[in-house]
């Protein structure tokens, strides 16, 4: 079950919202959450329920056994067994047959592949559950005795599939004090409406384009298809991921819970150090203070800094997905950070820096779209001309352009305008003026409810509406 989607919007929704609201007491909203949240996992993940108790079970205990235990070995070794009954899962079901593939492609093996079915969300689940052991073990934290409290942490459906990655200290006090009101309600709405609005409008209308040049094509396009493949799916991404933080963070306001921001307009970035720093906010943050600030961070010398950065955008990549396609991309990104650490301190003057910034992030997500290398290797061979029935390049002037690009600028222009327009902080700007004028405020959240409105309908009528995330 995603966000847009008609069960979880015209049923599933209203339904968890009045039963939440028609009990006063906190304990039994918290309840009504848990229950719903395992719901709507299980709606998703079906036999696979067992992986998300089976989180919740462990953390809860060890979390125990660690705020009890005085003994700083003892506390360390809980750390490092839950730790690792964490990852168990996650490596069964995510890398197991990638390491098979491995093994067979370098040792000349012949191993059998086992038949895997991936539970939904995994990834970010089982780091929002380590990042609950991990804060009781540095003592950022109070633990909870209550394992449903610990239940409801770990299981929150608004960011359980595809985050926000929520830190425990970040919610640890709004589990038993938070408040709800109308207005609570009303600005949650309304993020979650902009969120729902991006993902099906844009992201949705970008996967098209994208999934044309990258799977019907398979890359084998023209230059013009190129940088149309390379732009689509760069805007994809973006409005879907940043859609669904979107959502997930209006829908935790409308039950009392503030979750961080999760992108801050990245494409505006001057860097690929600022890039980060507005990307994917929570996940980037987590390899920080979890990974490489635990390793040593730059506190150990050029050398070790070098190689502790390298570990945290392998795992990045590795995190992302088991084909060699995702550690590429991670360590791509090392090497542009490498450059501007050490070597460039800007990439020019401002308009200069953001150009360069974006070529190299919207190059850097064809690496991570294609899973199969060969399909970047035939878009990079695209720039030499549009391939031929015979799978042939040749450069021609007439053959920069074909019938079905020119087809996608027409059909798609507008939504490529309002892709750009809305990469950059319009929205922030808006709701600066909506605060200064009650008028202003009721227009733009009428124009927001009828944008919502259409985008429900094309939601309805629709039937491509992937998530990008959502196999993490």
């Known amino acids: 079950m995603v966000f847009s989607s008609s069960i979880f919007l ?3 929704l209203p339904l968890i919202f009045l039963c939440y ?3 006063k007491n906190l304990k039994l909203r918290n309840m009504v959450l848990v229950l719903g949240s395992l719901f709507f996992y299980f709606a998703g993940a079906g036999k696979h329920l067992w992986v998300m108790v089976y989180s919740i079970a462990i953390n809860y205990l060890f979390a125990l056994f660690i705020h009890r235990e005085e003994k700083k070995s003892l506390r360390k070794f809980y750390l490092s067994l839950c730790v690792f009954l964490n990852l168990l899962p996650l490596f069964y079901f995510k890398y197991f047959n990638f390491t098979i593939y491995n093994i067979n492609y370098f040792f000349s093996k012949n191993y059998s592949y086992w ?12 780091f929002q559950a380590m990042s609950y052991t991990i804060d009781i073990y540095r003592k950022a934290a109070p633990v909870q005795k209550n394992p449903f409290n610990v239940a409801l942490y770990i299981s929150l459906f608004p960011q359980l599939i595809a985050g926000p990655i929520v830190r425990y200290e970040t919610v640890a006090r709004e589990i038993n004090h938070r408040s709800q009101d109308l207005n609570e309600i009303y600005t949650g709405l309304l993020r979650f409406m902009l969120g729902f609005s991006k993902k099906v409008l844009i992201a949705n ?3 098209s384009v994208a999934k044309y040049y990258f799977d019907d094509l398979g890359g084998k396009t023209s230059p013009m298809g190129f940088f149309l493949a390379m732009l689509s799916f760069s805007f994809q991404i973006y409005y879907d991921f940043s859609g669904y933080s979107d959502m997930a963070i209006g829908l935790g306001r409308m039950f009392g819970f503030h979750f961080l921001e999760n992108f801050n307009f990245p494409y505006i970035s001057q860097s ?9 906010i929570s996940l980037s943050s987590w390899f920080r ?9 730059n506190r150990r010398g050029l050398g070790r800094q070098i190689i502790n950065l390298g570990i945290v955008w392998f795992l990045t990549g590795l995190w992302h997905g088991a084909y060699w396609n995702y550690i590429l991309w991670g360590l791509y990104y090392f090497i542009l950070l490498m450059v501007e650490k050490f070597f460039l301190k800007s990439w020019g003057p401002k308009p200069l820096s953001r150009f360069f910034t974006l070529a190299f992030v919207f190059f850097g997500w064809m690496i ?5 290398l060969s399909v970047l290797g035939n878009l990079l061979h695209s720039l030499g ?13 007439k053959s920069l352009v074909t019938s079905f690009d020119a087809y996608v600028l027409v059909e798609y222009g507008l939504v490529f305008l309002l892709a750009i327009l809305f990469s950059y902080p319009l929205e922030r700007t808006l709701a600066v003026k909506v605060q200064d004028s009650r008028l202003l405020g009721g227009l733009i959240t009428c124009l927001l409810l009828l944008v919502f409105i259409l985008a429900v309908v094309y939601m309805v009528t629709g039937s491509f509406n992937p998530f990008i995330y959502f196999r993490f």
């Open 368 to 372: 991570f779209r294609c899973e199969d």
């Open 10 to 12: 015209f049923y599933f």
């Open 289 to 297: 203070d979890y990974v490489y600030i635990p390793l040593g961070g």
């Open 272 to 280: 690929i150090t600022e890039f980060w720093r507005r990307w994917h």
């Open 21 to 23: 609201y028609s009990v």
């Open 115 to 126: 038949d895997i079915l991936m539970p939904i969300g995994i990834s970010f689940f089982t």
């Open 385 to 397: 001309g549009t391939w031929d029935v015979s799978q042939e390049a040749s450069w021609t002037w």
């Open 205 to 207: 209308q970008m996967a």
